[in-house]
């Protein structure tokens, strides 16, 4: 039985050990998206982990969520970037990029007055931080099918730009109800009629821009250095589903054709049976390595449903404790 410390392989990437950074976003980019020194020393101090993902980073110039987050949308980006993949592999290390936009969770006073953006109109119910204080979310601007492929090719050009700057591929940001999300989940993506038809009803048309998104990915990096977060029942920035594990099936079984790295998993309540039933989920529909993220304020619980669901691998964020993970880690790999 593998132990936290065995070597795991993720797609094409041989890991010394079964402990993933989770992406964190630490909003040290400043104004102009740049990473920069003080980065490369955060992620290299950390690269004794098998794997960091690195923080969620915008693929469009005008989708900033938070003040101060980096991007990888020009080449001022990406240069910046290359001091923190060089810093890391310094250190012995391997770093994905985690690329995302944000969708209707931006605001337009973090991007030039531009109106954030969704696949339909509901604002979340909330406050944002901005500039100006904390402001209520904006009404989004619903997507039109015939701009899709221009999201789509945002990613397919992060993707690009990140293996420029010297990462070891990407993780997609399809969780915690960003843009792909937004799409993906029927509580705010609500499209019918001329011109929405195609990415809205059904979860066939649901899934479809993550998934075009995901092979504009794999055609730049090869499915073997891309990677997925999902989080098919948090409800994060106002987000749920009517029927997550039939949206988490289709969209697991897609993704199992493809080949991808791995598909990581972001959990609310490890104890839940709901969390149960949708990690089965996933193991069942998914033939590559599960990755599993839980929130950590119950040690006990997490080292329970970690048995009960073998997963080969496991990610930890802020506190989470070594040694939480490393009893947890008492399972098989399936
Ligand atoms: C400060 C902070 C920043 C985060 N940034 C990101 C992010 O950029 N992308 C992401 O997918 N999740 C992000 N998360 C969620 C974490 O990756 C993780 O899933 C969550 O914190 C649960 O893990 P933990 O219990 O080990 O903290 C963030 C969490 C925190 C606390």
Same mark, same amino acid.
């Given at each position: 039985?593998?132990?936290?410390?065995?070597?795991?392989?993720?797609?094409?990437?041989?890991? &010394?050990?079964?402990?993933?950074?989770?992406?964190?976003?630490?909003?040290? @980019?400043? !104004?102009? %998206?740049? =990473?920069?020194?003080?980065?490369?020393?955060?992620? @290299? $101090?950390? @690269?004794?982990? *098998?794997?960091?993902? =690195?923080?969620?980073?915008?693929?469009? #110039?005008?989708?900033?969520?938070?003040?101060?987050?980096?991007?990888?949308? +020009? +080449?001022?980006?990406?240069?910046?970037?290359?001091?923190?993949?060089?810093?890391?592999?310094?250190?012995?290390?391997?770093?994905?990029?985690?690329?995302?936009?944000?969708?209707?969770?931006?605001?337009?006073?973090?991007?030039?007055?531009?109106?954030?953006?969704?696949? *339909?109109?509901?604002?979340?119910?909330?406050?944002?931080?901005?500039?100006?204080?904390?402001?209520?979310?904006?009404?989004?601007?619903?997507?039109?099918?015939?701009?899709?492929? *221009?999201?789509?090719?945002?990613?397919?050009?992060?993707?690009?730009?990140?293996?420029? @700057?010297?990462?070891?591929?990407?993780?997609?940001?399809?969780?915690?109800?960003?843009?792909?999300?937004?799409?993906?989940?029927?509580?705010?993506? +609500?499209?019918?009629?001329?011109? %929405?038809?195609?990415?809205?009803?059904?979860?066939?048309?649901?899934?479809?821009?993550?998934?075009?998104?995901?092979?504009? #990915?794999?055609?730049? =990096?090869?499915?073997? !250095?891309?990677?997925?977060?999902?989080?098919?029942?948090?409800?994060?920035?106002?987000?749920?589903?009517?029927? &997550?594990?039939?949206?988490?099936?289709?969209?697991? $079984? $897609?993704?199992? /054709?493809?080949?991808?790295?791995?598909?990581?998993?972001?959990?609310?309540?490890?104890?839940?049976?709901?969390?149960? /039933?949708?990690?089965?989920?996933?193991?069942? $529909?998914?033939?590559?390595?599960?990755?599993?993220?839980?929130?950590?304020?119950?040690?006990?619980?997490?080292? %329970?449903?970690?048995?009960?669901?073998?997963?080969?691998?496991?990610?930890?964020?802020?506190?989470?404790?070594?040694?939480?993970?490393?009893?947890?880690?008492?399972?098989?790999?399936?």
């Amino acid at each position: 039985m593998p132990s936290l410390f065995d070597p795991l392989q993720l797609g094409a990437l041989t890991l &010394p050990n079964r402990i993933v950074m989770a992406p964190l976003t630490r909003t040290r @980019a400043g !104004r102009s %998206h740049i =990473a920069n020194a003080l980065m490369a020393e955060h992620y @290299a $101090q950390r @690269a004794s982990a *098998g794997l960091l993902i =690195a923080e969620a980073t915008m693929v469009a #110039a005008d989708g900033c969520a938070f003040t101060g987050e980096p991007g990888i949308f +020009d +080449d001022a980006c990406t240069a910046g970037w290359r001091g923190v993949t060089a810093a890391v592999h310094a250190a012995g290390g391997r770093i994905q990029l985690q690329i995302w936009h944000p969708g209707r969770s931006a605001h337009s006073s973090l991007n030039g007055g531009v109106q954030p953006i969704s696949s *339909g109109e509901r604002a979340v119910q909330g406050l944002i931080n901005t500039p100006d204080g904390k402001q209520p979310y904006e009404t989004p601007r619903r997507l039109r099918d015939d701009e899709l492929p *221009g999201i789509v090719d945002l990613f397919r050009r992060a993707t690009r730009r990140a293996l420029q @700057a010297g990462f070891d591929g990407v993780q997609l940001h399809g969780a915690h109800g960003y843009l792909l999300d937004q799409f993906l989940r029927d509580g705010v993506n +609500d499209r019918n009629g001329p011109g %929405h038809e195609r990415y809205g009803g059904a979860i066939e048309n649901r899934a479809r821009l993550l998934l075009e998104c995901m092979d504009a #990915a794999i055609a730049e =990096a090869g499915a073997d !250095r891309v990677g997925l977060r999902l989080s098919t029942l948090a409800g994060s920035n106002d987000l749920r589903d009517s029927d &997550p594990e039939a949206l988490l099936s289709h969209v697991a $079984q $897609q993704l199992s /054709r493809r080949r991808i790295a791995y598909l990581e998993l972001r959990h609310m309540d490890p104890a839940l049976i709901s969390e149960r /039933r949708i990690a089965a989920v996933a193991r069942q $529909q998914f033939q590559g390595p599960c990755c599993a993220t839980a929130a950590s304020a119950r040690p006990a619980r997490k080292r %329970h449903w970690m048995k009960a669901v073998p997963t080969p691998s496991c990610s930890a964020a802020r506190s989470s404790p070594i040694r939480t993970w490393c009893s947890a880690c008492a399972w098989a790999p399936s």
